[in-house]
């Protein structure tokens, strides 16, 4: 059986980790012959992904709700040429309307969820158009196989837009918190201590594998994928202590949750190499952080900042415009809030009601095209308090305030503004 993966093209570029995972467990599992193909629309022309995907039996893609479209025309024109050939949707985007996705006469299948053991159940003959997954429970028996997605060009592009050679690996699944502008429970599903815990990699594997890659993509620094990483005090200091007791030096970061987050944790992060943690503190209003369900104060996230700035570790604040119920006032305490705890690396986003999260309405939003939507900007969402336009006034207006610490994506947009022109 000949398969072909697709991670279809989008602004922002990532490793197609879902898709390498998938990958190593189908060649470890699928009892056949399996011929296995991957393509990445920022690096693979549509020419060649449809070359390659017409002399397949399945070809299967990866969507987040802005890269569904340009997956749907790359169907599209594959099901025009061979219409025999059966397509396979999942992640993010068909997890949460997963119904929409198969009124599109080009999309076959959809799976629901976390994509190992159901795109195996796919192979060996299921041929329900939805395929529900359970959550994978083998995290600690393979590795992702990055030589299949050819991480080697995301690393390169690394090098080549920021100096570093930098990679990502994924230590958990399941993430503990409920923010309501975020779709992770749509794919790994909701947090529950006995049907659907926290799923950690042990340390060793973990770090067995980051010392694989840095060694085969002679990497400079490692990020982690995870949306929270401090998911437990124990996964830190376990981590850490292993990383230290290796003496393995590489340099890395790691997504934190502030409320997770004591000195402690923070030492021993440091002395592992951390150099960097970047923390989601959305909103400087505490009526805002409520709303959105962060599970975090205001207070805290100073403490965390003092924190980690004693210790010398550079800090990373993400905000987050456009809470249904935020006003000037809360803007400006986000304001006020960025101007005390400083952090060497801004970054502010604006909410998009994607499908799978809290602010996505199916009656209203069914017929958007995310294709014009993005973190940082986007053509639809507005509040009773501020219309679209006056969301992107403020946003402009933060950027240019704190312009010396821009993040890497808000400079990138504010240095070429066509590129937010493209996205609404």
């Known amino acids: 059986m000949k398969v072909t993966l697709i991670q279809p093209k989008y602004f922002n570029i990532w ?9 190593a467990y189908i060649k470890k599992k699928f009892p056949g012959k399996l011929e296995l193909n991957f393509h990445q629309g920022n690096f693979d022309d549509d020419h060649s992904i449809v070359k390659e995907a017409t002399t397949s039996d399945l070809v299967a893609f990866s969507c987040t709700s802005p890269a569904f479209r340009p997956a749907l025309r790359l169907a599209e024109y594959i099901k025009r040429i061979r219409p025999e050939i059966r397509t396979v949707f999942g992640g993010f985007h068909p997890s949460a309307v997963p119904d929409d996705c198969l009124k599109e006469e080009a999309i076959d299948q959809v799976v629901v969820g976390e994509g190992e053991e ?8 299921e ?42 690996f994924q230590s958990v699944r399941v993430c503990p918190l409920r923010c309501s502008f975020c779709a992770e429970r749509v794919v790994t599903g909701v947090y529950q201590k006995q049907d659907n815990p926290i799923r950690e990699r042990h340390p060793e594997h973990l770090l067995d594998e980051i010392e694989w890659a840095a060694s085969e993509y002679q990497l400079d620094y490692f990020k982690f994928s995870d949306a929270t990483w401090n998911t437990s005090i124990e996964k830190v200091m376990t981590f850490c202590e292993e990383k230290i007791k290796r003496n393995f030096n590489l340099p890395w970061d790691a997504n934190l949750h502030a ?19 970047n923390v989601g503190v959305e909103s400087g209003s505490q009526k805002i952080l409520n709303e959105m369900k962060k599970g975090l104060s205001v207070e805290k996230v100073k403490q965390v900042f003092g924190w980690a700035r004693e210790l010398g570790l550079e800090r990373r604040a993400f905000f987050l415009l456009g809470s249904p119920n935020e006003t000037e006032t809360d803007i400006r305490l986000t304001e006020s809030l960025v101007e005390e705890i400083q952090p060497e690396v801004f970054g502010i986003t604006i909410l998009s009601p994607y499908p799978g999260t809290a602010h996505y309405d199916s009656k209203t939003m069914k017929d958007y095209d995310w294709t014009f939507a993005d973190e940082y900007s986007n053509p639809y969402w507005e509040t009773k308090y501020f219309s679209n336009a006056e969301i992107k006034r403020w946003q402009g207006y933060l950027t240019n305030k704190f312009s010396s610490s821009l993040s890497w994506h808000n400079r990138l947009i504010k240095e070429n503004p066509h590129l937010v022109n493209q996205l609404g």
């Open 15 to 23: 490793e197609a980790l879902g898709l390498a995972y998938i990958g």
């Open 118 to 125: 159901a795109f195996l159940k796919i192979l060996l003959g």
């Open 127 to 168: 041929e329900s158009p939805i395929v529900q997954a359970d959550g994978f429970s083998g995290l600690n028996s393979i590795f992702p196989d990055r030589n299949l997605i050819r991480n080697i060009r995301t690393v390169n592009l690394s090098e080549r837009q920021i100096g570093k050679r930098i990679t990502s």
């Open 259 to 277: 409320s997770y987050v004591d000195k402690k944790m923070l030492e021993i992060m440091k002395a592992a190499g951390c150099q960097l943690i």
